[in-house]
C-alpha cells in the first residue's frame, strides 16, 4: 500500500508564499505521473503541476512561473514551491502519484489547505 499526506498549507497574504510537501510511504515503483492538484469549493479539481514519467514538468497556466514541482527521492518527498500567491490560488491541495503504466493505479493524499487572503 501507499501512504501520501501533505502538510506546509495555511493563511498568506497575496504575494506571499509558501512550500507544500508531500510525504510518501508504502511500494513506491513504476510511478507513471506524480504531481499536485487543487479543488476550490464549487470548482472541479484541477491539475496544478506534474512529473511525467520522464522527468518532465508540466504547469497548468495559472501557474506557469510562480510555482514549481519538485521531489527527493531519498526521502520520498515531493514539493510545490508556491509564489506570489493569488487569491485564486486558494483552494485544497492534494498530491497524486499513479502508479504503473499497464494497470494505473491512483493514490491521493488527504488535502492541505492553502488560503490566500489579506
Known amino acids: 500500500q501507499v501512504q501520501l499526506v501533505e502538510s506546509g498549507g495555511g493563511l498568506v497574504q497575496p504575494g506571499g508564499s509558501l512550500r507544500l510537501s508531500c510525504a510518501a510511504s508504502?511500494?513506491?515503483?513504476?510511478?507513471?505521473?506524480m504531481g499536485w492538484y487543487r479543488q476550490a469549493p464549487g470548482k472541479q479539481r484541477e491539475a496544478v503541476a506534474l512529473i511525467n514519467s520522464g522527468g518532465g514538468r508540466n504547469y497548468a497556466d495559472s501557474v506557469k512561473g510562480r510555482f514549481t514541482i519538485s521531489r527527493d527521492n531519498v526521502k520520498n518527498t515531493m514539493y510545490l514551491q508556491m509564489n506570489s500567491l493569488k487569491a485564486e490560488d486558494t483552494a485544497v491541495y492534494y498530491c497524486?502519484?499513479?502508479?504503473?503504466?499497464?494497470?494505473?493505479?491512483?493514490?491521493w493524499g488527504q488535502g492541505t489547505q492553502v488560503t490566500v487572503s489579506s
Open positions: 508504502g511500494s513506491i515503483f513504476r510511478i507513471n505521473t
Open positions: 497524486n502519484v499513479i502508479l504503473g503504466f499497464s494497470a494505473p493505479v491512483d493514490y
